[in-house]
């Protein structure tokens, strides 16, 4: 019901684009997120978004180089990555919330893509 895609390898200091394809009918009723988790590491929250685009949050160590978008129109949610890090080296996953509103915890998800793998390199 996710597909998350864009995922990809980077030299740091470089940007990519990550979508997720939501097949949920009522994808634009709910909020979204991004997580990541690195091996060995436990999933982390990168960013969410409202149910309407209109309030984003950001985990610290992202904001200012991510930014997190969607498009209810195509049933998509986007996460900008800029000035990447090899910290960033991480499985991202998107997740649909469980209410309008979400933030970093990962137990106002109920929906998970599969991931998309993105590798930066020094």
């Known amino acids: 019901q996710l597909q998350a895609s864009g995922g990809g390898s980077v030299q740091a200091g470089g940007s990519l684009r990550l979508s997720c394809a939501v097949s949920i009918p009522t994808f634009s009723y709910y909020a979204m997120g991004w997580f990541r988790q690195a091996p060995g590491k436990e999933r982390k929250f990168v960013a969410s978004?409202?149910?309407?685009?209109?309030?984003?949050n950001y985990a610290d160590s992202v904001k200012g180089r991510f930014t997190i978008s969607r498009d209810n129109a195509a049933n998509t949610v986007y996460l900008q990555m800029n000035s990447l890090k090899p910290e960033d080296t991480a499985t991202y996953y998107c997740a649909s919330a469980r209410s309008r509103r979400a933030g970093a915890r990962p137990y106002e998800y109920n929906h998970w893509g599969q991931g998309t793998l993105v590798t930066v390199s020094s």
């Open positions: 978004i409202d149910w309407t685009g209109a309030s984003t």
